[in-house]
């Protein structure tokens, strides 16, 4: 049985590229009769709130989209993290890392081309009484040491994915330095608890996926199938985000009803060939991997489309 997922943050209202990634993963698994859940990524708690969460699952349904499990709140269950917090640091990978913000910056030189800092590895090696030294100033973060290894995947839409943790990332953070649980270690947990088989997303997390891979390996939880999406974009090119406000929720459910906004999207992913509008239920019997677009793209909505 497939079972895919929704796993928006409620940091901010929703935006289309949200609602667009969450239409083909719920097409993806309508289309195979697999069941949704709904997974608040709430772990943040200066960031997240309840009015968010509540405005999310809210836009979902609006546009015709539902679950079968769910929601489940990430921050209801940091006991559970914490055990596998615990099980991982038995294992021996996780090492507290010190290090600053202003310390790391300074010790990674060159960034990454995309602005990613790698992490040099400092504390990796740190001895047990440079560890209590730093211990009485500083609140540790902790990381997972990566291998110097290849890890590879196959993507439904972006074909074969490879990296080398090592290279591209170094050791990451498994606990921030507040004690809250990080995304990477959470979302593996929990898509492993849940029963997840297919994560559909945009490609902004093509990469977190051979670290989340890595992690399912080292806690003997399987690989689900990954499909990353093609990004909306603005106008000017950029990525859309939430501060993108012409394209955040209450402006389009004022221009457009559910189906001409659902058509919209469907007519950019392929699935139609004309604009029409249309729910999501009668598009799952047209939709396929093969006919989505795999490059991101510039999204122009229109009050009349020019298709129309
Ligand atoms: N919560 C993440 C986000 O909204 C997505 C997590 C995921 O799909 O793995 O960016
Ligand atoms: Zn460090």
Not at 1 to 30: D, E, Q
Not at 259 to 283: F, H, K, N, T
């Amino acid at each position: 049985m497939v079972c895919g997922r929704f796993a928006p943050s409620p940091s901010g209202r929703i935006h289309l590229g949200n609602l667009w990634a969450s239409l083909l993963a719920w097409l993806s698994v309508r289309s195979q009769g697999g069941t949704m859940v709904l997974r608040l990524e709430d772990l943040d708690p200066e960031r997240c709130n309840q009015h968010y969460c509540d405005q999310i699952m809210c836009d979902l349904e609006w546009l015709g989209l539902d679950w079968d499990n769910g929601p489940v709140y990430q921050s209801k269950r940091t006991k559970l993290y914490a055990a596998v917090f615990e099980q991982l640091q038995a294992q021996g990978v996780l090492y507290p890392c010190y290090c600053t913000r202003a310390e790391r910056l300074a010790a990674s030189a060159p960034h990454r081309s995309d602005g990613v800092v790698l992490y040099n590895g400092h504390c990796r090696t740190l001895t047990p009484e440079q560890k209590l030294l730093f211990s009485q100033t500083r609140k540790a973060a902790w990381r997972i040491a990566v291998p110097s290894e290849t890890i590879s995947f196959e993507d439904l839409l972006q074909g074969t994915y490879t990296e080398n943790l090592a290279q591209s990332c170094g050791d990451f953070i498994i606990r921030r330095s507040d004690g809250v649980y990080a995304y990477q270690l959470a979302v593996v947990i929990d898509d492993g608890d849940m029963g997840v088989t297919e994560v559909v997303r945009g490609s902004d997390l093509l990469d977190s996926t051979p670290r989340q891979m890595y992690l399912q390996r080292l806690l003997s939880l399987p690989h689900p199938t990954y499909g990353h999406v093609p990004l909306l974009l603005a106008p000017d090119g950029r990525r859309l985000a939430k501060r993108d406000r012409d394209k955040a929720m209450d402006e389009l459910q004022e221009k457009y009803s559910a189906r001409e906004l659902v058509g919209q999207l469907a007519y950019a992913a392929g699935l139609l060939d004309e604009y029409s509008p249309i729910s999501p239920e009668e598009l799952i019997p047209l939709f396929s991997w093969e006919k989505l677009p795999k490059k991101d793209f510039v999204i122009n909505l229109q009050k009349k489309p020019d298709f129309c």
